[in-house]
């Protein structure tokens, strides 16, 4: 395949494939992820074409209307048609590049595969899981239940709207925030009834442009903080830096309502990680439909992010159903709240961990956890003696978070 020439997409990408193919030993396998390395596959299908090459894309794949745009579409395929095995988050991901492949290069897919140059590859979905048995044991720490305890005292009774994101344009603080002073404006006397957390853990500050972003958001929060504050409370509460585990799970716990409205996000883990942690059964979700968990989580509060009145209009619905819970005599010490689909996520995780029905082992790699919707893809290779290389930006299919 031809590389775009003089970019440093395509220095890096040959910097990469000649280094993975000066280590590869017969029988490795080799591991790549996300976008920065989509070229990576077919370039090393040329220098090694007996590899067994895995390519997961963590990130949403664009509409074929979109994709046909890129000038390096074709190098693009290529690049990817490399792997023996493509994976995405999502079934509609997975349409998306069979459709791109279809419109703009004419190669139809066969369901779940796709054969090329007398090759065989195969496409897959393995939506990310969050590790459910080890965020309730957080929960259930004493210590995390006494922070939450906390949180939930110094909010004086006020209905605890949260955020937790990294500092990325793609994540939707602004038009969250957007959403908040809706609210605050229509609704003011919701100033002292209401305090949003907004964790934004610093992502890329090197970089001009989430610099900007930076001050972008941080003026948000204080022309909201200027413009509806009481002498009472200040209404968003705004946390510039990364927390601890137990710090996390503490907010998830006192949370009344979780806020995940990413503009655009391949799965958005922070979705599942609030769900799995909340083992009183409580809280609200409410997810952002260009989040990939949202064809998971159908019990959430699915949101346009785009629409900042509609945002607001929920958030207003739920913090009324709150109060309401508030002042009712609570027999069992819990607030009445629409679950979220916590048994899925636990009940995917088991499945990844005992390897029972319905769980998913991938064809490539060590046998962890990648997703309970299809049986697993037959290898077209012996199976490795190991796995030597794992390319790119994010870590293997454990559960752990990989891509924000």
Known sequence: MTLPVGTSIGKSTRVFAEVVAEHYRSGDTIWIHDYQLMLLPGLLRQRLPGARIGFFLHIPFPSSEVFRVLPWRRQVREGLLGADLLGFHTFAYLRHFVASLLHVSGVEADIDRVRIDGREVRLGVYPMK?????????????EVATRAATIRRDAGGRTILLGIDRLDYTKGIPRRLQAVERLLEHHPHLSDEIRYVQIAAPSRGEVDSYQRF????EAGVGRINGACGTLRSTPVHY????????????????????????L??????VAKE??????????????????????ELDGAIIVNPYDVDSVAADAL???????????????????????????HIH????????????????????????????????PTHPPPSRLRWHAGPAGPFTGARCAG
Do not use: Y
């Open 130 to 142: 969050v590790d459910a048995g080890h965020l309730s044991a957080v929960a259930h720490d004493p």
């Open 214 to 217: 930076k001050r972008l958001v």
């Open 239 to 262: 946390v510039q830096r990364a927390l601890s585990e137990k710090e996390l799970v503490a907010l998830f716990l006192a949370a009344d309502v979780m806020l995940v409205t990413p």
């Open 264 to 269: 655009r996000d391949g799965m958005t883990l």
């Open 274 to 295: 609030f769900v799995a942690s909340r083992v009183d059964g409580d809280g609200v979700l409410m997810l952002s439909e260009f989040a990939g968990a949202a064809a």
């Open 317 to 343: 619905d739920e913090h009324r159903r709150a109060t309401c819970a508030n002042e009712k005599p609570a027999k069992t010490g819990r607030r009445v709240r629409r679950p979220c689909l916590g048994e």
């Open 347 to 378: 009940q995917g995780s088991q499945r990844g961990t005992t390897g029972g029905q319905g769980a998913h082992h991938g064809p490539i790699g060590s046998g962890a956890r990648l997703g309970a919707h299809r049986d697993p893809p037959h």
